[in-house]
């Protein structure tokens, strides 16, 4: 809310101050107002221009960041290719043990019943035997 003219000319004459500054007083306000004015628009100008200098810093902070987002989304990709052919050569392993413990199992089993059986006395000789070369070879090669 702003004072009227008359009351604050009243305030003005209680307080002691003289009209004939009336004239000086608006002429100053008047000055004051063109010079805000003025600086209003350099400041709208200065504003305008920051702002044009804040969007093109955006607009490039944007780009790096859609640029590192496409990177990011490449690498993600090659990551997932890369999962892909890890898990079938997982599964390929998998089954290649499982074929070997099947074999292995089986062999095992047979070994078993040869031992149970009546011929298992010579096979143990053949099997004492052949460490006894196999030791008698590591110390000939580990001598020369």
Known sequence: LRPTSSSFNRKRSILGYDNSNDENFNSSQNNNNLNNNNNNNNNNNNSSTF?????????NNLSLIEEKVKLTKKISEEIQVEIKESLDVLRSLESDFEKNSDSLQSSFTKLLNLTNSGAGGGL?????????????LYFVITKL
């Open 51 to 59: 702002q044009e200098l804040l969007e093109r810093e955006n607009n």
């Open 124 to 136: 143990c000789y053949l099997i004492i035997f052949t460490l006894f070369i196999l030791l008698l």
